[in-house]
């Protein structure tokens, strides 16, 4: 089982910037792709962006240039940098690791 511990979220007004991290602890004996999802109000999940372990990464098309994700082999930890933020960005964050969940970060942009 993997534990994953997600945190940056927070109210930023529109324009502004913020990152959130993830860290896996756990039954951890390999990781390859790590990635962010969100899940706006009434709105089902979607991913954001992807990162194999090979740093090989992928975007929803609504975040490119905006968004980076990036992550620490060494310490089991993903981050995603996002900039340029929009009200439309406003969701719950969740991270996700080998098959499990985070609890969610919650992100809201203001106008």
């Known amino acids: 089982q993997v534990q994953l511990v997600e945190s940056g979220g927070g109210l930023v007004q529109a324009g502004g910037s913020l990152r959130l991290s993830c860290a896996a602890s756990g039954s951890i004996f390999s990781i390859w792709n790590m990635g962010w999802y969100r899940q706006a109000p009434g709105k089902q999940r979607e991913l954001v962006a992807v990162?194999?372990?090979?740093?090989?990464?992928n975007y929803v098309d609504s975040v490119k240039g905006r968004f980076t994700i990036s992550r620490d082999n060494a310490k089991n930890t993903v981050f995603l940098q996002m900039n340029s933020l929009k009200p439309e960005d406003t969701a719950v964050y969740y991270c996700y690791v080998n098959g499990s969940w985070g609890k969610g970060t919650l992100v809201t942009v203001s106008s």
């Open positions: 990162i194999t372990r090979g740093g090989s990464t």
